[in-house]
């Protein structure tokens, strides 16, 4: 079965350090690979994705993830962390019968909640 | 362009009871998803509806339903609520195609006392 694994359940980090986010996941094929950002009350927010191609995917707000196949990664990495990036950080994967990647069907790891130190 | 809109923000429902909750998905977008999230659980896929018909549809008991409108607003229907069912529901839209992007909306927060 798919299924999406976020090792760290709380990452404190000092602002102005860098920052990964671990992901693994399980998955037949190919998969189609997400990474979402949601702030306290808020909904979900799109950090980046991967479909195929260049394994270094580039997102909004700074962030950058890469997928490894051999490793079933993709961890999700920012240079320098802000303030303002302190929230929780999710991981997702395409559901299989999911039609052709819309993203209508999403299986999501546990999360990562990002706390940033002045 | 205006974003994803649920309603209510908030509900209190007593246990036995049911409950709708509204989506109403960004403009031109054809596909509608519900998740459910819960502290213990994390977030869960309930159903994918796309022009009307359910796509896909996760691992819930019958008790979960849905529907979508001709005008893409989709509803979620729960009946006999149980403690359990307390969480936060979010609704995604998307254009439903290969590479879309799903917005999500801020959710409803539900609690079942």
């Known amino acids: 079965a798919q299924s999406v694994t976020q090792p760290d359940i709380h990452i404190t980090v000092s602002e102005g350090a860098s920052l990964e986010l671990r992901c693994n996941y399980s998955?037949?094929?190919?998969?189609?690979l997400f990474w979402y950002v949601q702030s306290p009350g808020q909904g979900l927010q799109l950090l980046l994705k991967?479909?195929?191609?260049?394994?270094l995917v580039q997102g909004i707000k700074g962030f950058e993830a890469e997928f490894k196949r051999s490793q079933s990664s993709f961890n999700l990495r920012k240079p320098s962390v802000h303030w303002s990036d302190a929230a929780e950080y999710f991981c997702?994967?395409?559901?299989?019968?999911?039609?052709?990647?819309?993203?209508?069907?999403?299986?999501f790891g546990k999360g990562t909640k990002l706390s940033v130190k002045p | 362009k205006a974003g994803v809109t649920q309603t209510p923000r908030y509900l209190i429902k007593t246990r036995g009871q049911q409950v709708t909750l509204s989506c109403s998905p960004i403009?031109?977008?054809?596909?509608v998803s519900w998740y459910q999230q819960t502290p213990g659980q994390g977030l869960q896929f309930l159903f994918e509806?796309?022009?009307?018909?359910?796509?896909n549809k996760g691992n819930f008991p019958g008790r979960f339903s849905g529907r979508q409108f001709s005008n893409s607003r989709s509803e979620m229907n729960v009946s006999t609520l149980e403690l359990g069912d307390s969480a936060l529901y979010l609704c995604?839209?998307?254009?439903?195609?290969?590479?879309?992007?799903?917005?999500f909306g801020q959710g409803t927060r539900l609690t079942v006392v």
């Open positions: 403009s031109g977008h054809r596909s």
């Open positions: 991967y479909f195929s191609g260049d394994t």
């Open positions: 509806y796309f022009s009307e018909t359910q796509r």
């Open positions: 995604a839209s998307s254009l439903g195609l290969q590479g879309s992007e799903a917005f």
């Open positions: 997702a994967v395409g559901a299989v019968q999911n039609y052709g990647g819309s993203q209508g069907n999403l299986i």
């Open positions: 998955y037949g094929a190919t998969p189609y």
